[in-house]
């Protein structure tokens, strides 16, 4: 951590930080985008070795963040927390999570010459990658959030990433600490059969245990013989408290009592990312009172919760992009008051283009209760025949509403949102992008 590099080493590294710095410039002068991808694959040709060699310039070290969920909110109320301690840090904010991505928000924050000045930083990892980057970064901590099913046309299911991820983990050095998702059953068992130090999070709270468990549901059956686990309780998909009957298998501890601490933003999932990022801070060596202060300030990143105030009514934007996330930003919706919801599906590269998973979405709820319905995305046809399939079993007065261009679809949304209530967007990734866009004038690429 913060080790100096060779004289040659930094001749390279500073060439290609600098003409990567150069194309940001351009890119981001011409209105062409964000740069948040482009000048590390440029940077990466020149030198190869560029993330294991920044990464080296840590000083106190990286922390990866991986899983299916989170992974934005959860970097940024780390980052606050150590920002509120006086340490500088680096991050991907843009959410660029691959190779290339990692390495341009390494060079944002170095100098043109290739000098890193930083005390950590906080890289979310997609998490088909953790095997790759391991042995470059060296990672501090690996902060392990959860697995679900996600882009099953990309990733496959969620067996084959933990094995991955264990395998990887496992061989890494020694002193990395690994904080895994205790309720989680294949992260739970991940963190049982490793050397280094582990500190797992997760949920103490019975009364928030989920009537049964879902259809979204990814894992319920034992990692280390395959049998179906026991469950006391569930709070979201398969994350909750179990055991298994036939081995010793049971979930792991936590290293706080999540009763005793209040979360950020609104959901379930977001009292996850609270404890996950409150005990890698604690890892860290943050006291308890500065990690408690910075939770009640933050602010939620761009389309996590976001909420805007456009022509005078709110607006709440909930990104949801696989079934379990799905399921629980509806869970937030039908626990308000609110009934005009605006669902946006796309199935560009960034979403996976396989939409078969809405059908593992619990859309019952959302139908039953009724209100207005408004569907759009360049799959928009695919989730009004969703809607309409749980229409049909229930008694509901839901009014659906189809509309195929997404500009039209916000501003009828907008309409039918009285100004006592907020209006709920539940977009798929590159959806929310354009929701922004149209809502706000502005372009996050």
């Known amino acids: 951590m913060g080790n100096n590099i060779g004289l040659i080493d930094r001749l390279k590294v500073g060439l290609a930080v600098s003409i990567a710095k150069s194309v940001t410039f351009g890119v981001r002068s011409l209105k062409l985008g964000a740069a948040s991808v482009m000048p590390g694959a440029i940077a990466r040709k020149m030198e190869p070795r560029l993330l294991q060699l920044l990464s080296q310039q840590v000083k106190y070290g990286v922390i ?32 660029a999570n691959l190779e290339n991505g990692l390495v341009t928000a390494l060079m ?69 600490t690994v904080i895994p998702n205790a309720d989680d ?51 979201l998909s398969h994350l909750g408290e179990f055991n298994c009957p036939k081995c010793d298998f049971k979930r792991s501890k936590p290293d706080l009592d999540s009763s005793e601490w209040s979360q950020i933003l609104v959901g379930l999932y977001n009292k996850y990312n609270t404890l996950a990022a409150a ?37 709440r934007i909930l990104l949801s992009k696989n079934p379990v996330g799905t399921n629980e930003t509806i869970r937030v919706i039908t626990e308000s008051n609110d009934k005009t919801t605006l669902l946006v599906l796309n199935d560009r590269v960034q979403d996976g283009e396989d939409v078969s998973w809405i059908w593992d979405v619990d859309t019952e709820p959302l139908v039953q209760r009724g ?30 509403i189809v ?32 929701v922004r866009e149209i809502l706000t004038g502005k372009k996050i690429r």
């Open 64 to 95: 990866l963040v991986a899983g299916t969920n989170g992974k934005t909110t959860t970097s940024l109320l780390l980052k606050e927390i150590l920002e509120r301690k006086g340490f500088r840090v680096a991050h991907n904010s843009t959410g």
């Open 403 to 434: 509309e195929e261009d997404l500009k039209m679809a916000i501003n009828k949304a907008l309409e039918h949102t009285p100004a006592n209530e907020t209006l709920h967007i539940l977009p798929t990734y590159t959806a929310m992008l354009d």
């Open 108 to 176: 944002e924050s170095a100098n043109t010459f290739g000098g890193l000045n930083v005390d950590y930083a906080i890289l979310e990892v997609d998490e088909n990658i953790v095997p790759k980057v391991l042995a470059p970064i060296q990672p501090q901590a690996i902060l392990a959030l959860n697995l679900f099913r996600d882009q099953l046309d990309r990733y496959g299911e969620v067996d084959s990433i933990s094995k991955r991820w264990t395998t990887a983990i496992s061989s890494n050095s020694p002193n990395t």
């Open 279 to 315: 005990t890698a801070a604690k890892v860290l060596g943050v006291d308890e009172t500065t990690i408690r202060e910075t939770i009640p300030t933050f602010q939620a990143a761009f389309g996590r919760a976001e909420e805007l105030e456009i022509n005078g009514k709110k607006v």
């Open 185 to 235: 059953p294949t992260l739970s068992y991940l963190g049982q059969q490793l050397s280094q130090k582990v500190v797992f999070f997760g949920l103490n709270e019975p009364e928030k245990y989920l009537a049964e468990i879902p259809h979204a549901v990814d894992s319920i059956y034992c990692p280390n013989c395959g049998h179906s686990l026991d469950y006391e309780g569930v709070y």
């Open 371 to 400: 209100g207005t319905l408004i569907v759009s995305g360049n799959r928009v046809y695919d989730m009004a025949l969703r809607l309409r399939y749980s229409e049909a079993s229930l008694d509901s007065k839901m009014t659906l």
